[in-house]
């Protein structure tokens, strides 16, 4: 049982470039979700998923992209990466929206030069 | 607007001391409170609560829930330099999670 994975660990990208950050959970989760950690500011949500084909919008959504084609997969897409989106990405899952305990993944570091 | 204030903002203790890490809330649709500690990678889980009064406890550390006066506390007694980290709450709405930006505890052997 691996729980949440994500790659990659760490990530430089070039302003403009867009890339894409893995999640995979093996827990048969319902509910997903990434969040960015930048120093001061605490985890943020971005994007989250109740289901597999259901996706909405957190607090900081803008530049990033999400899709849930399954319960184990969910992606989050950097469009055109900014300096701005240099910061700590987690991915996090949970058995269900009802506020259960999330387990997060071990972090995406990016930096956008 | 959903919102949530750790205080203090950090803390540094001796080994043994006991302290409290106070987490209040403003949000419109409450379902939960959760306690995570951070280490130098991704938040592991401590405590849920949401009942109020109801302490949890789990060692050295507990957890206790005011949902009228919109607040936790996070106590841990007896520290220890492993409990150095940054303690996060978090509140859960339904949909989505909101965190605090943390209490970074340092413990002086």
């Known amino acids: 049982n691996a729980g949440v994975t994500q790659t990659p660990k760490f990530q430089v990208l070039k302003t403009g470039q867009s890339m894409t950050l893995q999640c995979a959970q093996d827990m048969n989760h319902e509910y997903m979700s990434w969040y960015r950690q930048d120093p001061g500011m605490g985890l943020r949500l971005i994007h989250y998923s109740v289901g597999a084909g259901i996706t909405d919008q957190g607090e900081v959504p803008n530049g990033y992209n999400v899709s849930r084609s399954t319960t184990e997969d969910f992606p989050l897409r950097l469009l055109s990466a900014a300096p701005s989106q240099t910061s700590v990405y987690f991915c996090?899952?949970?058995?269900?929206?009802?506020?259960?305990?999330?387990?997060f993944g071990p972090g995406t570091r990016l930096t956008v030069l | 607007e959903d919102k949530v204030v750790q205080s203090p903002l950090s803390l540094v203790v001796h080994e043994g001391d006991t302290v409290t890490l106070n987490c209040s809330y403003e949000?419109?649709?409450?379902?939960?409170l959760l306690w995570y500690k951070q280490e130098k990678k991704a938040p592991t889980f401590l405590f849920m609560l949401t009942s109020s009064g109801i302490e949890k406890k789990s060692g050295r550390l507990s957890s206790i829930l005011d949902k009228k006066e919109l607040f936790s506390i996070l106590n841990i007694t007896a520290t220890q330099t492993g409990d150095s980290a940054i303690y996060l709450c978090?509140?859960?709405?339904?949909?989505?999670?909101?965190f605090g930006t943390g209490t970074s505890l340092t413990v002086i052997p």
């Open positions: 978090a509140f859960n709405t339904g949909n989505q999670f909101y």
């Open positions: 949000v419109t649709n409450f379902r939960s």
């Open positions: 996090a899952s949970s058995r269900d929206r009802a506020g259960n305990e999330q387990f």
